[in-house]
């Protein structure tokens, strides 16, 4: 929001510029910066033209004779086209330094002497304009600094208003907020009726009241067709940053400005029947301002005239009804429309209008009556007409319960929540600051909600009014008092801490990536799984919620490589969001999750071993690690599956016990090219939930007794995993084994086509007494009987 200092002060006596500055900013609206309104330039005053002839040898230029006091007379050369005998116009003497180190010096143009330099607005650099010289009004005094003369020496505030103070949008409320926290004082906007002239009324329905409870419109008739908006209008506004385009037009831009209403004005002739405020009907379509046609959803809600519709309430005019050269006979509108009728829809349409953006945050229901009458006494000094009657139509119900709302604030409250006690005279003097009526109760006070604060709901609202105007830095630093409760810690769960550590003690960096992404990312290492789509997306290259973390890894990855890192290890600790039975609306599950991503070298680069490729089994013996710290590794087994994103072959499911935690596996070699990675970039993901409940710890007693190895080799299908040969393995030992190591695996002659050779190291001991070699010998032998029936399996002999 951009506003001048000059403009403010019109309302509310002001502290210098950088004192205002920090008043406001400690009031919580916050100056992001102070601009001079104009740039420095020197020596340039009014003037006024005597006397424009055509010059003798140039055709576009003329020979101008100007006074800058009345007696003197310069001659100056001028291009301009609208130079003309009489026009006050901007003088740039001789000597005069201008913008960009312009200085202007006694000149010859053509054989004839030219005595400064009559400016335009660019040249000045007050705005764009350079077709000609600026018009200055007929009042100002002849040679008056234009400094001084335009107010020149002005500032402009940039105030970043916070989303829910939508009250704030306008020079008025800045100033009313500024009033409240300064002088104690509630400021009220008084505009002066403007008498109608004529009777003409437009008739106007409201078919949706709760979405457009109030809406004000004004028929003026006769308005000066071809008029042009005066020099102070124009640069008013170019000093909160909007150019000019109509007087009618600038001046509802004004109004919106000054009081923080939207305005809308139609070319009345255009207009068809009536007005009717409603929601948009299946399939109709709307050409804006901006003169692109949009397709409206059925929740937008319309400005319609028998035809349909000619405007997208609250957020910007129709083309078909807009104000043009011609227009000559206009209706003003003024509405109230509710922020959630209007928040989104202008997103959702890629539009960014002033009128959404303070209809979303909050716009005063009682302003319309205000701003037309505003407006009226504007446009007839500005271009004339014949205004009628103010016509407000209101809905049904609604208004008087809101206006009568009421907000309750304890003395008790309010000490305990700031921690210092306030005195009550101070406190209701703030409550009169922000509200017209404030009545004294046995615990404190009851306080009438302002139609203009939609942010003052409950208790703790006026509370922060208390502290916000009072200033923060008013209230003494004091420590908090309270009673000492113990953390929660358990040891049925792996801390989320330890996980952290333990990926940054193997070599992984963590990474935070947004929870919505790409979806043609998503889409390429997804095809099946549905997502849930944002309603207001920040762009469209975020407009889903992440299926997995695997997107967001994915693209940090490939941003890593684009960069020459050859060797990456990322991971993440996040949620993903599973939309279970799509097709049907869908319930929407958040799961905590532990993933990651791998490629490059298995080992930094080092002079004592020669550089190896990156392999599933580096990182599977990663995810193993992670899964050790439970106490129960032996329950995890990962099982060959499929995913689309990942390779055949080279994907494994994660389980614990029955349940699946999580996935393993190298991206798939297409999945690589679609996503511009290198192929040997592997993934996994598990979920903290299932994942990593601990097992208890138990004591268990160390066995004095010595341990007795047993080798077998053992052949089985290649199709066997070793996860159901150590199953079958520990069963059979009859709880002497200790460990099971696998010391080898062997594929070619001796062994048939098909079947493997797995070499086993049996570790047995028990607790209790030394085994013998019979114990040693019965154990094999169970061992391989039941590895022989459940797995077909053979005993290797050489």
């Known amino acids: ?86 026009l006050k116009v901007a003088v740039a003497m001789v000597g005069a330094h201008l913008p960009k180190d312009v200085v202007i010096k006694r000149a010859k143009l053509r054989g004839q002497e030219s005595n400064g330099m009559l400016c335009s607005a660019r040249e000045l650099g007050l705005g764009e304009e350079h077709d000609g010289i600026m018009e200055l009004p007929d009042s100002l005094p002849l040679g008056q600094e234009l400094r001084t003369a335009l107010d020149l020496d002005d500032v402009m505030l940039e105030v970043n208003a916070t ?61 000066k067709v071809g008029a042009a908006s005066p020099a ?48 948009a009907k299946p399939g109709e379509r709307l050409t804006l301002l901006d003169d692109k046609e949009y397709e409206l959803d059925p929740d937008a809600l319309v400005i319609a005239d028998a035809r349909g519709p000619i405007g997208l309430a609250g957020i910007m005019g129709g083309r078909a009804t807009a104000i043009s050269d011609a227009t000559g006979d206009v209706l003003l509108e003024a509405a109230h429309f509710a922020p959630d009728a209007i928040a989104g829809r202008a997103r959702r349409l890629g539009l960014f209008t002033d009128a959404a953006q303070r209809f979303e ?17 504007l446009l007839l000094e500005i271009v004339g007409g014949e205004p009628g009657p103010v016509q407000v139509t209101r809905a049904a119900a609604g208004g008087a319960a809101d206006a009568d709302a009421s907000v309750s604030l304890r003395r008790a409250r309010l000490a305990k929540l700031l921690g210092v006690s306030v005195p009550d005279e101070e406190v209701r003097a703030v409550m009169a600051a922000i509200s017209d009526r404030v009545e004294v109760t046995a615990d404190g006070w009851r306080v009438r909600k302002p139609p203009h604060r939609f942010d003052i709901r409950i208790e703790e609202d006026l509370i922060e009014e208390v502290a916000r105007l009072r200033g923060f830095d008013g209230i003494a630093e004091s420590h908090a008092v309270g009673p000492q409760i113990a953390g929660e810690a358990t040891e049925s769960r792996v801390a989320k801490d330890r996980l952290l550590w333990a990926m ?56 890593n490589l684009r960069r020459q890192q050859t060797r ?41 071993s020669p550089r190896e490729a ?14 050790a710290l439970t106490g129960d590794r032996s329950s995890v087994r990962f099982e060959a599956a499929t995913l689309d994103c990942l390779r055949p072959g080279r994907a494994a499911r994660i389980y614990r016990g029955s349940t699946p935690i999580g996935w393993l596996g190298e991206i798939h070699p297409q999945v690589a090219r679609a996503v511009n990675v290198s192929n040997s970039v592997i993934l996994f993901e598990l979920e903290i939930e299932s994942a990593f409940t601990s097992k208890p710890l138990q004591f268990n007693k160390i066995s004095k007794f010595p341990s007795v190895r047993r080798d077998l080799a053992i052949v089985v299908d290649e199709s066997v995993p070793l996860a159901v040969l150590q199953e079958n393995v520990t069963v059979s030992a009859s709880g002497l084994l200790q460990e099971l190591r696998v010391f080898d695996v062997y594929r070619g002659p001796g062994v048939e086509s098909g079947r493997k050779s797995i070499a086993l190291g049996l570790i047995l001991q028990d607790s209790s007494r030394t085994l013998t070699d019979v114990d040693a010998d019965a154990v094999v032998t169970a061992v391989v009987g039941r590895l022989r029936d459940e797995l077909s399996a053979t005993i290797r002999d050489q």
């Open 1 to 86: 929001m951009k506003v001048t200092y000059s403009w403010l002060r019109e309302y509310v006596p002001l502290a210098a510029p950088a004192d205002l500055a920090s008043r406001l900013t400690l009031a919580g609206l916050e100056v992001e910066s102070i601009t001079p309104v104009a740039p420095p330039f020197s020596a340039v005053v009014v003037g006024e033209v005597l006397e424009s002839g055509r010059h003798p040898d140039a055709e576009k230029l003329s020979l101008c004779q100007v006074t800058t006091d009345g007696s003197n007379r310069l001659q100056i050369v001028c291009g301009a086209k609208n130079v003309r005998a009489g």
């Open 361 to 377: 945050r909050g716009v005063d229901p009682s302003l319309p009556p205000l701003a037309l009458e505003r407006a009226t006494a």
């Open 568 to 608: 990456v290890r990322l991971f993440e600790m996040g949620k993903k969001f599973r939309l279970q039975g799509a097709e049907q609306g869908g319930a929407l599950t958040e799961i905590e999750t532990l993933a990651g991503i791998a490629t490059g070298a298995r080992w930094p680069e080092q002079w004592g």
């Open 614 to 627: 990156l392999d599933m089994y580096d990182v599977k013996a990663d995810v193993e690690g992670l899964l």
């Open 163 to 223: 989303p829910n103070r939508g009250d704030c949008m306008s020079v008025f409320g800045i100033a009313r907020d500024y009033a409240a926290a300064q002088d104690r004082r509630y400021l009220t906007a008084r505009v002066d009726p403007v008498t109608a002239r004529g009777t003409a009324e437009f008739p106007v329905t409201l078919d949706a009241p709760a979405a457009c409870p109030v809406f004000a419109s004004r028929v003026i008739r006769g308005v």
């Open 504 to 559: 940054v003690d193997r070599g992984y960096r963590e990474v935070i990536t947004y929870s919505f992404v790409d979806p043609t990312l998503q889409q390429q290492l997804f095809p099946a799984t549905p997502a849930l789509r944002v309603a207001n997306p920040i762009s469209a290259e975020l407009s889903e919620m992440r299926v997995s973390l695997w997107v967001g890894l994915v693209q940090a990855c490939r941003e």
């Open 232 to 279: 102070w209008l124009r640069e008013r506004l170019r000093r909160v940053g909007i150019n000019s385009i109509s007087p009618i037009v600038d001046v509802t831009n004004y109004v919106m400005m000054d009081l923080g209403q939207p305005m809308h004005a139609y070319d009345l002739a255009a207009l068809r029947e009536r007005i009717t405020v409603r929601l």
